[in-house]
């Protein structure tokens, strides 16, 4: 985290938030005064090294906003008398987006699962069992003898005997009661009991008709600071629901050459920094899944082999209305 | 090709900003502690470079 301001006419500010920052090193690539330095990313990726993985020169920088503008994931801002250049009509904006359409969404949780990056915010409200069953039960704790034998074979987890130690002697201690929270009316209980203690009716496919449908209710978003477009949940989604606009679009490979080969299980650093889980090593190689690669190019920056190579052939990054700002942005593509 | 490390630039886990982080990266036991000083042990190296790549003072370099 750094925040660097300097007063003058206006008030200009660069913040840098190490929660978002992927350590793909595009800001450093663009920035005009080589004002920030991308640092050891792979050391920082395994918990070896507590640092940012950028930094920056204040006496250098002079303000401008580039890398706040490239950076795709949110990680850096400029504001201007308080307000982000990211806000401004004239400044160059990413047209990305992270969305989930909630008329969709059926609440399974799968992408909440598979986001590597915590970015989905879940929360669902399923419906009580209680109200998906009808029946009656009831226990005769004259009968019973508290030998649990019900309470450990219910399924549902219904029966709760609790035990007094002290006075079991004379069943005082004891008791038996059911959830009828948790009881699907099974009979499981009053089959097993040995004292014929249990009375239980089913009457759930007598009253279908009026047993309501269960829905399930929820809420899901996606964080979009924190979102770095690999789009696993987009993949996941069963319903279709989700729409991941990635930053780039191109190929990332894989060129061994004599000695300059893939030592994927000894080294797998492209594996410990991509922040879109989309590299594994199979068969000792590193391969990228490119569905789920954003192209950010952090694992080019640490192959200590020197053989990623990150080809974009387009970007979402529109609005550049500066020409030298457009020659810095476009290096970012075409290579 | 195993590495070899300068000794006039190595830190020596003391002096190292990281005490030893190519001890640390390195998953091959290629690079180890011995008596409170980094030494190598050819035979494990994997030539992955990692090493290399990642030493703050530069003292590693290909044998």
């Not at chain 1, 759930?204 to 809420?219: A, F, H, L, N, R």
């Not at chain 2, 640390?24 to 035979?43: R, S, T, Y």
């Amino acid at each position: 985290m750094f925040n660097i301001e300097r007063a003058g006419e206006e008030s200009r500010k660069l913040s840098y938030n190490n929660k978002n920052c992927v350590s793909c090193g595009i800001c450093a690539e663009v920035c005009p005064t080589s004002s920030l330095r991308l640092g050891p990313i792979v050391p920082i990726a395994r918990g070896l090294i507590e640092m940012d993985p950028i930094s920056v020169n204040e006496d250098s920088c002079v303000f401008c906003g580039l890398c706040s503008v490239a950076c795709p994931f949110d990680a850096l801002s400029l504001s201007i008398d308080g307000v982000s250049v990211k806000e401004m009509e004239n400044y160059p904006v990413w047209d990305t987006e992270c969305d989930v359409n909630d008329d969709d969404c059926i609440y399974c949780g799968r992408c909440y699962t598979v986001c590597p990056q915590d970015s989905i915010i879940f929360e669902r409200n399923l419906p009580n069992p209680a109200d998906l069953v009808r029946g009656e039960i009831s226990i005769d704790d004259e009968k019973c003898i508290y030998c649990s034998f019900c309470a450990d074979l219910c399924p549902a987890g219904a029966i709760i005997i609790k035990n007094n130690p002290a006075s079991s002697v004379d069943k005082l201690g004891n008791s038996i009661e059911v959830d009828l929270d948790k009881c699907i009316f099974c009979g499981v209980c009053k089959r097993v009991c040995p004292e014929d203690a249990i009375r239980q009716v089913c009457a759930t496919c007598m009253y279908s008709d009026e047993i309501e449908t269960p829905e399930v209710t929820g809420e899901v978003f996606i964080d979009d600071t924190s979102c770095v477009s690999c789009s696993w949940c987009s993949e996941t989604c069963p319903e279709d629901a989700i729409t991941i606009t990635k930053p780039f679009e191109g190929t990332l490979d894989l060129v061994e050459e004599d000695e300059k080969v893939c030592k994927g299980d000894s080294c797998h650093a492209c594996q410990d920094v991509c922040p879109c889980n989309a590299v594994t090593i199979v068969d000792g190689k590193s391969v990228t899944n490119l569905t789920y690669c954003n192209l950010c190019g952090a694992c080019v920056t640490a192959c200590p082999q020197n053989i990623r190579v990150v080809s974009r052939t387009s970007m979402k990054l529109g609005n550049i209305n500066s020409e030298s700002w457009n020659e810095i942005l476009n290096g970012l593509i075409g290579k | 090709m195993p590495v070899k490390i300068d000794e006039n630039l190595c830190g020596h886990i003391d002096n190292c900003p990281v005490q030893g982080l190519c001890i640390k990266l390195c998953e091959q036991g290629a690079i180890i502690e011995e008596d409170g000083d980094v030494k190598i042990v050819p035979e494990n190296c994997d030539d992955c470079d990692l090493c290399i790549q990642n030493c703050p003072n530069q003292a590693i370099s290909k044998a």
